[in-house]
């Protein structure tokens, strides 16, 4: 079976942006409508000649649980499921309190976790996403998922740890 890389964060932290950036086609869902099946979709995806699948999780959860239950729901699913996890945050806000619940909960899962440090859509913004360092997770990889700056890194990391 093929590796599973799971794509998690709070919402509209740019996590269907990204994995439509991986697939590099247009596929996963950016405006998630509630509904069971948004929940979670699987992909089939190719980095560097290796194929994964690639999971973005989000959807209605956030609606019917609200966000709390919403993360840590997807990071459940990322410790059960995954071998490896992308943590997407939204480098622009910095670490929220979600994120600091969704950490809490992937560091229990001992589960690689890359950290995608998202919307540093150029030079001048690179510096924000040093303060995700904070979150103890490691290196915060700036990425534009919109623009694709930096998105070709971040996954040379992914598959060293997958
Ligand atoms: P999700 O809820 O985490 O799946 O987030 P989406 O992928 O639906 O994106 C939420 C919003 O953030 C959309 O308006 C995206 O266009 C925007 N977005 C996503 N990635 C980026 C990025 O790299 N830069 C900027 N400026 N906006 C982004
Ligand atoms: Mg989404």
Not at 5 to 16: D, E, F, I, T
Not at 84 to 104: Q, R, S
Not at 142 to 156: I, K, Q, Y
């Amino acid at each position: 079976p093929l590796p599973v890389l799971a794509v998690v964060g709070r919402p509209n932290v740019g996590k269907s942006t990204l994995v439509n950036r991986i697939l590099g086609r247009r596929e996963a869902v950016v405006e998630d409508r509630p509904g069971v099946t948004r929940d979670r979709v699987t992909y089939e995806a190719e980095w560097a000649g290796r194929r994964f699948k690639v999971v973005d999780t989000g959807g209605w959860e956030q609606d019917v649980l609200g966000i709390q239950a919403s993360v840590a729901a997807q990071a459940e699913f990322a410790i059960e499921t995954a071998d490896a996890v992308i943590l997407v945050v939204d480098a622009t806000v910095g670490a929220t309190d979600d994120d600091e619940a969704v950490v809490k909960l992937l560091r229990r899962a001992g589960k690689p976790v890359v950290l995608c440090a998202n919307k540093v859509d150029g030079f001048s913004m690179e510096a924000e996403a040093t303060y995700l360092w904070s979150l103890g997770l490691g290196e915060p990889h700036p990425v534009s998922a919109l623009h694709g700056r930096g998105t070709g890194d971040m996954l040379d990391a992914v598959l060293a740890v997958m």
